[in-house]
T-cell receptor, first 122, second 113 residues
């Protein structure tokens, strides 16, 4: 089974500064997807960014970028120019590709890390 | 654009009562997922349905059951409720396929007293 670990329970950053959230995972699969979700106080789960394991290029979405190290099984999120609205719980998540290692169809459940609470100071 | 709808948004029950949570996926999405998020915890996968058939099962207690109906909406039935069942229950839907994302509903907050 896949596991996802976020070793930083809490992080803080000054407004306009840059912060990096860490995530490591364990899997025996070669093809999979990784995600960062944001959960603000409203508790809505919002997709921030995703990375496909077969792509070597790191994903970028505006101020959000990832550092994907497949061999090290590491998937960190960098938030640049932090804004007060970035304050939230951030979850790293893993999803198998279409087929699992046994050749069966993977229906795409998400496995989440424990989460990192990000505080943004004005 | 249409989103995932969950009802009710809040539910308060007594111990040993039953609860039914409903989920209406995005139109044309063929896969529905249920997750449970306890206080201060990460969402845990409970169960999923693809084309109205159970497709995967996670850490769902035997007291819980779920199904997906012909109109693709899904219901999570919870019986003999315990205090520990108090949590936020998310439904997500997706069109099965490698690149397609899961879209989450707003969640149902269940409180068991």
């Amino acid at each position: 089974a896949q596991t996802v670990t976020q070793s930083q329970p809490e992080m803080s950053v000054q407004e306009a500064e840059t912060v990096t959230l860490s995530c490591t995972y364990d899997t025996s699969e070669s093809d999979y997807y990784l995600f960062w979700y944001k959960q603000p106080p409203s508790r809505q789960m919002i997709l921030v960014i995703r990375q496909e394991a077969y792509k070597q290029q790191n994903a970028t979405e505006n101020r959000f970028s990832v550092n994907f190290q497949k061999a090290a099984k590491s998937f960190s999120l960098k938030i640049s120019d932090s804004q007060l609205g970035d304050a939230a719980m951030y979850f790293c998540a893993y999803r198998s590709s279409t087929y699992d290692n046994a050749g069966g169809t993977s229906y795409g459940k998400l496995t989440f890390g424990q989460g990192t609470i990000l505080t943004v100071h004005p | 654009a249409a989103g995932v709808i969950q009802s009710p948004r809040h539910l308060i029950k007594e111990k040993r009562e039953t609860a039914t949570l409903k989920c209406y996926p995005i139109p044309r999405h063929d896969t529905v997922y249920w997750y449970q998020q306890g206080p201060g915890q990460d969402p845990q996968f409970l169960i999923s349905f693809y084309e109205k058939m159970q497709s995967d099962k996670g850490s769902i207690p035997d007291r819980f059951s779920a199904q997906q109906f012909s109109d693709y909406h899904s219901e999570l039935n919870m019986s003999s409720l315990e205090l520990g069942d108090s949590a936020l229950y998310f439904c997500a839907s997706r069109l099965l396929g490698g690149h397609n994302e899961q879209f989450f509903g707003p969640g149902t907050r269940l409180t068991v007293l």
